[in-house]
């Protein structure tokens, strides 16, 4: 079984609310709501089906990266630990501030169109090799 963070980028028309609906219409997955997305665990295959639905929703915007503790995990609840920030918390504000700039860059690299690369000519890497 593993753990997913599903984090919303700071510019999605999209909510953590949206993705919780769409995530809840599939079966044997756990889910919990965040501030910033969804935690999402289950059967691997399960979870691969899932993120492919939930980026189908803003392929730019919605970026899924592991979770090293499962939901509820009592290691990192604050509850059981005093209160305070969860570990790793200010990591996933940092990581959350910049993915308006991947967001933007993923979008013009569909744009830009690509250009055909020449081939290197044998004879000309061979004369820089033996230059070298």
């Known amino acids: 079984m593993k753990t997913y963070v599903v984090m919303l980028s700071p510019d ?18 756990n889910y919990k709501e ?3 997305g969804l935690l999402i665990e289950g059967e691997d295959e ?3 089906k899932a ?11 919605i970026f899924v990266k592991a979770r090293g503790f499962r939901i509820g995990d009592e290691r990192i609840c604050r509850a ?3 209160g305070g ?3 790793g918390f200010f990591m ?4 959350r501030s910049v993915l308006k700039n991947v967001a933007k860059a993923l979008e013009s690299a569909e744009e830009a169109p690509r250009r055909k690369r020449d081939k ?10 033996e230059e070298a």
């Open 51 to 61: 993120i492919k639905e939930l980026k189908e929703m803003d392929p730019n915007r």
């Open 92 to 95: 996933l504000g940092l990581e």
């Open 12 to 29: 999605s028309n999209l909510t953590p609310s949206m993705l919780a609906e769409k995530i809840s219409k599939i079966s044997d997955i």
């Open 120 to 129: 290197l000519n044998y004879e000309i890497l061979k004369k820089i090799v």
């Open 85 to 87: 920030p969860r570990p």
């Open 80 to 82: 059981k630990r005093g």
């Open 46 to 48: 399960v979870v691969e």
């Open 34 to 36: 965040t501030c910033y």
